[in-house]
């Protein structure tokens, strides 16, 4: 119990991390996105098809990116590194990396199930779900969207989540120094 | 004119007698390893879903459109990139064990820049060899010449593809930087490394 309080905050601050760096990197990366698009739109197509900015469906994709892909993934690695694997004072190097491994893992699969709900959910909603071989198809077809997703915030998370375990132990090994000597 | 050949020279072999190559090499590959790794995977997830949209539609070989992009992707964009990081990481601004951890992440981000500045270009060097290539040879050809304004368009599309990749690849450098910087702490050196930011 004591071990697991112990490894809260550090998981908490892992997880928060690993969220904000995936949204500070998806927002950079969306910012460049646009300005290919529109550069390539004014130098290939004389302006014709210039895009006016962020439409309410690219927000509404990037709020549900946001809870389903960044939020889950720093989720899955709190609970990971809190709960699953937590990262000890003693770890070796090599604990560490695979801890946070394992953490980005658990990470990815809460991508996927949200993923996966939200994806069924549009289905269901649009009627598309259907009993029959459509339906199959459907569902197969919103299950590798899925996985697709999960596997691309796996490969983003991994570095990321690295970093933030070996943060932890830089972390520990800086407050050890500058604990106040014990004096008797 | 024949002073500044030997300078450039002299400067050269001297850069390139400096220790240390091998961390530098051995991080590069790391990252070009996960690189390698992160480009396949994507080609076969894409692979996947293309499949499964379009199964009996077409009778495309997906298999290899995917490896084949996952290749070019890798060969225009990765290798220069790793070469980049290499170079930066042997001789521009090598990562000591004396260093502190900011700095190893500020050497790490000068790698990544480096790296993509090259990725930048490769990919002007690839835009003009497509230009010629198309309008026939640099000293022959006169007609079509691009516009300024496709020009432009393209060196702008370069910049901002580097800098995407700086982006995304900026966490894997970093984290390279600090796993080396860490491993040169457990582990002694018999020589000290120095680049040409600690000269300056």
């Known amino acids: 119990m004591t071990q697991r309080s112990e490894a809260l905050r550090p998981a908490l601050f892992a997880g928060l991390g690993v969220t904000v760096a995936m949204v500070a990197l998806s927002i950079l990366s969306a910012f460049f996105g646009f300005i290919a698009s529109t550069v390539y739109s004014l130098g290939r197509l004389g302006g014709g098809y210039l895009s006016d900015g962020l439409n309410p469906y690219d927000l509404r994709g990037l709020i549900i990116a946001f809870f389903t892909v960044q939020l889950a993934m720093g989720l899955g690695v709190f609970l990971s590194l809190w709960l699953i694997a937590p990262i000890r004072p003693a770890a070796t190097i090599l604990q560490v990396v695979l801890r946070s491994l394992l953490a980005a893992a658990v990470g990815s699969v809460v991508v996927l199930v949200l993923s996966l709900f939200v994806n069924l959910t549009q289905l269901v909603i649009a009627g598309g779900l259907t009993p029959g071989v459509g339906g199959f198809w459907s569902f197969a077809s919103s299950l590798i969207a899925a996985f697709s997703t999960a596997t691309g915030a796996l490969v983003t998370a991994i570095p990321l989540a690295v970093l933030a375990g070996l943060g932890i132990v830089l972390w520990r090994a800086r407050a050890r120094l500058t604990e106040p000597p014990i004096v008797g | ?200």
């Open chain 2, 1 to 200: 004119m024949s002073q500044a050949t030997a300078r450039v020279t002299a400067s050269l072999s001297k850069n390139l007698r400096r220790r240390g190559a091998l961390p530098a090499f051995l991080t590069a590959l790391g990252t070009g390893l996960f690189l390698t790794v992160q480009s396949l995977l994507g080609a076969l997830v894409s692979l996947i879903g293309v499949q499964q949209a379009t199964s009996g539609l077409y009778e495309l070989d997906y298999t290899s459109v995917a490896i084949q992009g996952a290749l070019v992707t890798l060969l225009v964009t990765a290798l220069p990139f790793v070469f980049g990081m290499f170079v930066s990481l042997w001789i521009l601004a090598p990562i000591a064990d004396e260093l502190a951890l900011r700095f190893v992440i500020a050497r790490g981000i000068l790698a990544g820049v480096i790296g993509s500045l090259l990725v930048f270009i490769t990919s002007i060097v690839l835009v003009l060899v497509g230009v010629f290539e198309a309008s026939g040879s640099f000293i022959t050809s006169t007609f079509p010449w691009p516009s300024v304004e496709s020009g432009l368009a393209d060196v702008l599309m370069s910049l901002s593809m580097a800098l995407s990749y700086l982006v995304h690849l900026l966490p894997v450098v970093i984290l390279a930087a600090v796993l080396l910087w860490h491993w040169l702490r457990t582990h002694d050196r018999e020589h000290s490394v120095s680049g040409i930011l600690d000269e300056v």
